[in-house]
């Protein structure tokens, strides 16, 4: 089998975008950024590229989430931006006190052909700054989503810093991008089991910070420079991006530039990702499973026995971000709910290849749509009968037009609370993940069961 062999939606291609799948590239860029400990980002562009990027951000997380912006206006865009960005670097050294600075491109400042090596190098030596990095990433948005925005932000910044440094025991850990309660539940599997780690980037306390009284401009927490320093000692990387494009990915980057090997993993959700993962700990530490993870195992186990009565009537929509798409088809599939439409609105060279083996054993095809939106999603989802979406937010206008009940995962969560605590990795996140995923099939059953009831034996009865 190759990936030509998952069906395609039939029809005319489209010429318009509604209701989209994805989002800006640079706002994924901002996302790593805010992973690095003391680091603030600047948007090179308009002004309203920021506010979006706020905006989505501060919805989903629920958390103040500073972007400066370069500001461009008509006139820059005609005569170049360079002292926009300039001004905007000195008023952020100001007012913020970052010890590392994104400026991530736009759309326009990209179209205008702003060249960010040389504004950003010209800016340091003039200013003579030597205490604070800056780290110019071009994420223009017509040439990707968030995904990739997310990739290649991870990627400057460990290109930035690494340095060739002694060897040592702390393994490298690369993460797409997920909540930061999944963050958190990959650390608590790192530390029962025992493994010293630098993941990057680890914004699960500077996107999710508890309460603490005063705004702090920039909040605590994040990867430290110093420890993505030595990365290129490290044994290996391993990396939770089956999709990510080798030429995004900051693993293959270690790998390439310092010889750094690199383990290539699924996202841990589900049994067989999750043992994948902790398989490939003790690998590292010739150490036992701890006892804490055996019985969230088997909880797991014990719920996919308790639920697949229930998922086998769920025909489900899959949407999102690639790996976590990948991720969310192998779990559904293996609970018994093998998924009849999958989509994404970023375009994957990886992921039709990647979802075949999935999908081998299941009769009915899926439809898979990439670089799609909600418009074409809903036709799809209407076409194959989808009794239940997973996806982010963006699913609402399935709910609205076609009554499917969405389960929500992914980013942006901005029509409910609680996005960032969202838990779907590890054996206990995919029991939580699983149990959402049940009782959502089962309260639509039960909010239509006994209306269903009566117009089948009304129809017998010739009513
Ligand atoms: S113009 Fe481009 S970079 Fe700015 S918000 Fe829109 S898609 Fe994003």
């Not at 865009?77 to 400026?103: C, Q």
């Not at 780690?197 to 920039?218: A, C, H, M």
């Not at 937010?393 to 929500?408: C, Q």
Request: proline letters at 7%; aromatic letters at 6%; hydrophobic letters at 40%.
């Amino acid at each position: 089998m190759d990936c030509s062999e998952l069906p395609k939606p039939a029809g005319k291609a489209r010429q318009v975008n509604e209701n989209q799948c994805q989002m800006c590239m640079p706002l994924g860029g901002v996302i790593a950024f805010k992973g690095i400990e003391n680091a603030m980002v600047i948007s090179h562009g308009s002004q309203g590229c920021s506010t979006y990027m706020r905006l989505a951000n501060v919805e989903h997380f629920n958390e103040p989430v500073d972007i400066a912006s370069s500001s461009l206006n008509e006139k820059q865009t005609i005569y170049g931006g360079e002292a926009n960005l300039k001004k905007a670097i000195d008023n952020v050294l100001r007012v913020y006190n970052p010890k590392v600075i994104g400026v991530l491109t736009t759309c326009l400042s990209e179209t205008m052909g702003e060249d960010l090596d040389r504004i950003v190098a010209t800016y340091i030596q003039e200013r003579q700054i030597e205490d604070v990095d800056i780290v110019p990433v071009p994420t223009p948005s017509y040439s990707g989503s968030h995904t990739e925005g997310f990739w290649a932000a991870t990627r400057g910044i460990i290109a930035h810093f690494a340095k060739p440094t002694e060897k040592h025991t702390r393994i490298n850990l690369i993460i797409p991008h997920i909540s930061p309660a999944d963050i958190r539940g990959i650390k608590r599997i790192l530390g029962l089991m025992d493994v010293e780690y630098t993941l990057v980037p680890d914004y699960s306390l500077t996107l999710d910070r508890p309460y603490g009284g005063r705004y702090q401009k920039i909040p605590p927490g994040g990867t430290k420079t110093e420890e993505i320093t030595r990365m290129p000692g490290a044994p290996l990387t391993i990396q939770f991006g089956l999709t990510c494009p080798d030429a995004l990915s900051p693993g293959r980057f270690l790998e390439e530039q310092f010889g750094v090997p690199l383990i290539n993993l699924p996202l841990p959700m589900g049994i067989e990702a999750t043992d994948q993962f902790v398989e490939t700990l003790q690998g590292l530490t010739s150490g036992t499973v701890p006892d804490q993870l055996t019985l969230e195992r088997g909880w797991l186990l014990d719920a996919m026995a308790d639920s697949h009565k229930y998922n086998a009537v769920g025909r489900p929509v899959i949407y999102g971000e690639p790996e976590i798409v990948y991720a969310l088809v192998r779990t559904v599939t293996a609970n018994g709910a093998p998924p009849v439409v999958i989509a994404s609105g970023t375009k994957n060279s990886k992921l039709a290849g990647l979802l075949v083996p999935v999908l081998a054993e299941v009769d009915d095809k899926p439809i898979l749509l990439e670089e799609t939106d909600f418009a074409a999603i809903e036709e799809a989802a209407a076409g194959a009968g989808v009794n239940v979406a997973v996806g982010h937010s963006g699913g609402k206008f399935l709910t609205e037009s076609r009554g499917i009940p969405v389960v929500r995962v992914g980013f942006p969560i901005h029509d409910r609370t609680g996005g960032q605590r969202i838990l779907s990795v590890g054996y206990a996140g995919t029991l939580a993940f699983l149990d959402r995923f049940t009782n959502t099939l089962l309260e639509a059953k039960y909010a239509s069961y006994r209306a269903q009831a009566k117009e089948k034996m009304m129809i017998r009865e010739g009513c």
